[in-house]
């Protein structure tokens, strides 16, 4: 029998599903969570408008959105791109942290 050690939200691994418009949140290989986007192109650029984060019931109450967003707002950083905080989780995400997103959006 094996011991998971590390809170959950620590062990999360967020990737980048381009076709799919949307980030995903694994957890020992198994999609746990997901933000969807739709792609606009803007005068500054690329936005992100992210419409969507659902976390699965059993997984709920463990951090595992906020750090699914932060992973992703990582990626939008890295590439470039600013984000429209749609999804109300997101909204309320980036209003709790503006040190780290206000340059996003």
Known sequence: MSTR???????????????????????????????DYVPRDSKRGTVLAMVHTEVVPE??????????VDGA???VRERGLRVAPA???VQLHVRRH??????LL
Do not use: K, M, N
């Not at 709920?60 to 750090?67: F, I, K, P, V, Y």
């Not at 503006?98 to 340059?103: G, K, L, T, V």
């Open 73 to 75: 707002l990582r990626d």
């Open 5 to 35: 050690t590390g809170d959950p939200a620590s062990r999360l691994v967020v990737t980048h599903d381009e076709t799919a418009h949307r980030y995903e949140g694994r957890l020992d290989g198994e999609l746990v969570a997901i933000a």
């Open 59 to 68: 997984h709920q109450d463990e951090g595992l959105a906020s750090a699914l």
């Open 98 to 103: 503006p040190e780290r997103y206000a340059d």
């Open 87 to 89: 999804c109300s989780f």
